[in-house]
């Protein structure tokens, strides 16, 4: 019998920590796979979760029913992303991005033009991944964060508007302004350009 | 390597269209607009080439962002994550006092835990919250009880202030009923 993630938060609510387990089960391959494409860093992307699913857990007695558990789960894990990125810029730290010099394509980094000449299927998917990902770093957070809601996590408008606290007309404006800016940054990147 | 294809369309679209503006042309790739909406955009890009081309690239881009695959949880990501939590419920327990024990212990084997629980800790937030409005209702209450409570009106002094309205009443009343009656408009127009 499917159980809904608000009614195993209410057994949560309750001390229930067997429910508590199968929401980490249900949430924890997508919510590693938001962070990870928010911040670029696997290991820090566990991390990130970790700190999420604690952040669900202590917070637990304050969770109403009225509210979407997955639209609470994904504001938590965002302003954690959003207070990482924040870090790392006070902290310097730099992003592949930073390191190419100004003018110069990201993409057309020597790591890129190493791989071009790996035969491997698999290299070249890996290949394909880190430039997607390298490209939505690239994005205004609110629309990384759109994007990513939508296309990876399968979120409706509604549930995105929610956790930016905008309305959903903007969603849809900032999804569309990414999908072009994506468009260009992949063309830019030159993957196969016919 | 799967290619993402650069396709020149005419880019004459800077202008809105009429029925479909370009963020509506995104949601509706992500099926996100009310049906009769979607189908006057489906009838709007058989008519328009340029919408039409937009959102083919749209599509196109959508397709190849979700080529992106996820990236597999680590083996021990759950034990760790229920470790962390077993964690923290023995650290709030170190930090519950004594009399919070023993009031769950009571409660519990009451089998009155959650209401109880709920109870207290909400009183305990509204107060620690709500403290002047609290104080001040409070100690409204008690003024009104201890008023209500030393009024005592004796029965002679309340006898005749009935009585005293009694009378009133009626001397209203007689005053009433002498007054003179109208003289309608036809005594005045009557001839004398």
Known sequence: MFVSDEDLMMKCRKGDRGAFELLVRRYQNPLINYIHRFIDDYHRAEDLSQETFLRVFKSASRYKPTASFKSWLYTIATNLCRNEVRNRSRRNTCFLEELVEEGEDVYHTEIMRDTRYLPDVLLEKKEQRQIIRKALTQLPDNQRIALTLVTYQDLRYEEVAEILGCSVGAVKALIHRARQKMKKLLIKAGIGES | ?192
């Open chain 2, 1 to 192: 390597m799967e290619t993402y294809k650069r396709v020149e369309f005419p880019d004459a679209h800077n202008s809105e269209c009429e029925i479909a503006s370009r963020d509506e042309l995104s949601a509706y790739i992500d099926k996100e607009l009310p049906a009769w909406k979607r189908h006057l955009i489906r009838r709007h890009l058989k008519k328009c080439d340029v919408c039409a081309n937009d959102v083919q690239r749209l599509q196109h881009t959508d397709n190849f962002l979700r080529h992106a695959g996820d990236v597999d949880v680590s083996d021990g990501f759950l034990d760790s994550v229920m470790t962390r939590v077993c964690e923290v419920v023995q650290h709030q327990r170190q930090q519950e006092s004594l009399w919070t024990r023993i009031r769950r212990g009571v409660e519990v084997s009451l089998g009155w835990l959650p209401p109880l629980s709920t109870l207290s800790g909400k009183l305990r937030y509204n107060i620690r919250t709500r403290s002047p409005v609290y104080i001040s209702i409070l100690t409204f209450a008690v003024f009104t009880m201890v008023g209500v409570t030393l009024y005592q009106p004796s029965g002679d002094k309340f006898g005749e202030e009935v009585r005293e309205l009694d009378s009133e009443k009626l001397i209203s009343f007689e005053v009433i009923q002498q007054e003179p009656p109208k003289r309608l408009l036809t005594t005045y127009l009557q001839p004398k």
